[in-house]
């Protein structure tokens, strides 16, 4: 087999077998170096993204609303409230939304889905650069992580992404929810280590990670920071306390009168 690791380049061997999409079966790979699990060939993509959120992700409002905790704290942590930040490939824009609220400078891009939410307020990697980028439930995604997030990694030197680690075994399609069969979307599947590579290949000094966020980063980072990324629910409590602050310092009502600004204009 000539196959190699998405992340790490280095050669996979056949894993087991499953089924996505409810009729299309699909051979997994696994990296002998990183542990990487991929979905070898994933023909069936045009198919699975005819909507860009899948109907099954009924957890995309409540998701947020957590890791918009999560970030702010993080944020407060490595002490850039005043910056400028991202959410790539970002969906309909309600991340955006919930950081703006809170008075956090957040553009959003998306390729794929429509900004629902925060239309007016976008951004671009390319030629940018920004104090930290999030990319939440992405790396699954991805068919070549290292292209597809480089002109990321060049925009920032503070990447917060998320994405479920593999247990210990790798368990086998039936065995885990994060393969995601029926929607067919989930095709890249991390291990702590291969993180680690993905780190390295993107430029980044380092990466920090726990089972769900991870925080890649060129730089030091705090202790604050790493520990907040290594217990999410310690970060989204301390995010939940401090949203009341936050909104002193809320983006909503200029927001809303940028937009209306933009309407009159096009009238």
């Not at 050669?11 to 542990?35: H, I, K, N």
């Not at 990697?125 to 997030?149: I, K, M, N, S, W």
């Not at 590579?197 to 920090?208: I, K």
């Given at each position: 087999?000539?196959?190699?690791?998405?992340?790490?380049?280095?050669?996979?061997?056949?894993?087991?077998?499953?089924?996505v999409?409810?009729?299309?079966?699909?051979?997994?790979?696994?990296?002998?170096s990183?542990?990487?699990?991929?979905?070898?060939?994933?023909?069936?993509?045009?198919?699975?993204?005819?909507?860009?959120?899948a109907?099954l992700?009924?957890?995309?409002?409540?998701?947020?609303?957590?890791?918009?905790?999560?970030?702010?704290?993080?944020?407060?942590?490595?002490?850039?409230?005043?910056?400028?930040?991202?959410?790539?490939?970002?969906?309909?824009?309600?991340?955006?939304?919930?950081?703006?609220?809170?008075?956090?400078?957040?553009?959003?891009?998306?390729?794929?889905?429509?900004?629902?939410?925060a239309a007016?307020?976008?951004?671009?990697?390319?030629?940018?650069?920004?104090?930290?980028?999030?990319?939440?439930?992405?790396?699954?995604?991805?068919?070549?992580?290292?292209?597809?997030?480089?002109?990321?990694a060049?925009?920032?030197?503070?990447?917060?992404?998320?994405?479920?680690v593999?247990?210990?075994?790798?368990?086998?399609?039936?065995?885990?929810?994060?393969?995601?069969?029926?929607?067919?979307?989930?095709?890249?599947?991390?291990?702590?280590?291969?993180?680690?590579v993905?780190?390295?290949?993107?430029?980044?000094?380092?990466?920090v990670?726990?089972?769900?966020?991870?925080?890649?980063?060129?730089?030091?980072?705090?202790r604050?920071?790493?520990?907040?990324?290594?217990?999410?629910a310690?970060?989204?409590?301390?995010?939940?306390?401090?949203?009341?602050?936050?909104?002193?310092?809320?983006?909503?009502?200029?927001?809303?009168?940028?937009?209306?600004?933009?309407?009159?204009?096009?009238?």
């Amino acid at each position: 087999m000539s196959k190699t690791c998405r992340v790490c380049d280095r050669p996979v061997r056949r894993f087991a077998e499953g089924r996505v999409l409810g009729d299309t079966d699909v051979t997994y790979l696994q990296c002998g170096s990183c542990g990487l699990v991929m979905a070898d060939d994933p023909t069936w993509l045009d198919r699975a993204y005819a909507e860009a959120i899948a109907d099954l992700d009924v957890g995309l409002l409540d998701r947020c609303q957590i890791l918009a905790n999560v970030t702010s704290s993080v944020l407060r942590a490595e002490h850039l409230r005043g910056g400028r930040f991202l959410d790539w490939a970002g969906g309909y824009g309600v991340l955006t939304r919930l950081m703006r609220d809170r008075g956090y400078d957040f553009a959003h891009v998306d390729a794929y889905a429509a900004n629902i939410f925060a239309a007016g307020f976008t951004g671009d990697p390319a030629g940018q650069r920004f104090d930290l980028v999030t990319a939440f439930e992405v790396l699954e995604h991805l068919t070549d992580p290292v292209g597809e997030l480089a002109s990321v990694a060049s925009a920032t030197d503070r990447l917060l992404v998320t994405t479920q680690v593999l247990p210990t075994p790798a368990p086998r399609p039936g065995g885990w929810d994060y393969y995601a069969p029926e929607s067919g979307q989930h095709i890249t599947f991390y291990t702590h280590r291969s993180l680690e590579v993905l780190a390295q290949r993107l430029g980044y000094d380092g990466v920090v990670t726990s089972s769900l966020v991870h925080l890649l980063h060129r730089g030091p980072v705090s202790r604050a920071a790493r520990m907040l990324v290594r217990r999410p629910a310690l970060g989204y409590g301390l995010g939940h306390l401090a949203a009341i602050a936050d909104r002193r310092h809320s983006l909503m009502m200029r927001d809303h009168d940028a937009v209306r600004d933009r309407l009159a204009q096009g009238r």
